[in-house]
């Protein structure tokens, strides 16, 4: 993980302001991986630009990340607040068990050879305004290595329509072989039992986290400079035990 300083996190925050999710994710894997360029980005696997981002996470703002849900048991809605390992979802994300040649399955008279999901397939599938089965369905064509019905090969127009038996078991050998693409977890209520699934999109955590800092470091940045009128370069030159040390000095003055 390269070191990404806090100049270039303010200019990929400011881009990141005129972009919504996939913008930003985007912007994110990039200073997670500033050596590498868009296409090498988006064609990464989805577990792998996550581990990526958990990594660039542990980097910025340590391991631990609290999460907050709300309890989905019946005439529940309790409040739940809980700890989550960053590190350890990072070398998750690290180690896709992708068998050689690709994920096969077979199922109903189909054999289909697949590849894992990329940022690039999530992201032509997700433009286009479909139902979830219609996107499945797309994603499972783009994702297709080869695939065979009833022994011959079958034709574009049948692998644009795969049954949904063969997606679903597309979806669990993905799963398994990229374990870190969606991270769910399944949290229990202290106060009713009930069992709550929360899916932690590391993206969107990252990208309030790093809104959250750059708010706070302009903030320092203008008082900073009406108090001692330094530039913004100078300002964020400072380490932040310096930076808070003068504006301690401000607010005491």
Known sequence: MAATGPAELLATWEAGLAQQGSGRALLLHRAARPEAGADALLSVPLGERAAD?????????????????????PDCGEAMEFDFDAAAAAEL?????LPDGGLRVAEDGWVVTFR??????????????????????RLGARCALSARRDGRAATDEELAALPEPVLKRFAE????ADP????????????????TP????????????LDAWARDVLLDVHLLASAYGWSEPQILAL???????????????
């Not at 981002?53 to 048991?73: I, K, N, S």
């Not at 894992?116 to 979830?132: E, F, G, M, N, R």
């Not at 929360?198 to 309030?208: F, H, K």
């Not at 380490?239 to 003055?253: F, I, V």
């Open 53 to 73: 981002l958990f990594a660039l996470r542990r980097a910025l703002f340590g391991e631990r990340m609290q999460v907050t849900v709300d309890c989905a048991g």
């Open 198 to 209: 929360a899916e932690l999109d590391i993206a969107a955590y990252l990208w309030t986290e």
């Open 239 to 253: 380490s932040p035990l310096r930076r808070r040390y003068y504006l301690e000095l401000c607010a005491d003055a």
């Open 116 to 137: 894992l999901p990329t940022v690039a397939d999530l992201a032509a599938v997700s433009s286009v305004a479909v139902d979830p089965p219609d996107a499945r369905r």
């Open 173 to 176: 050998a993905a799963e398994e």
């Open 180 to 195: 870190a693409a969606e991270v769910v977890l399944n949290i229990a209520c202290p106060v009713c039992g009930a069992g």
């Open 93 to 97: 994300g690290a180690r896709p068990r």
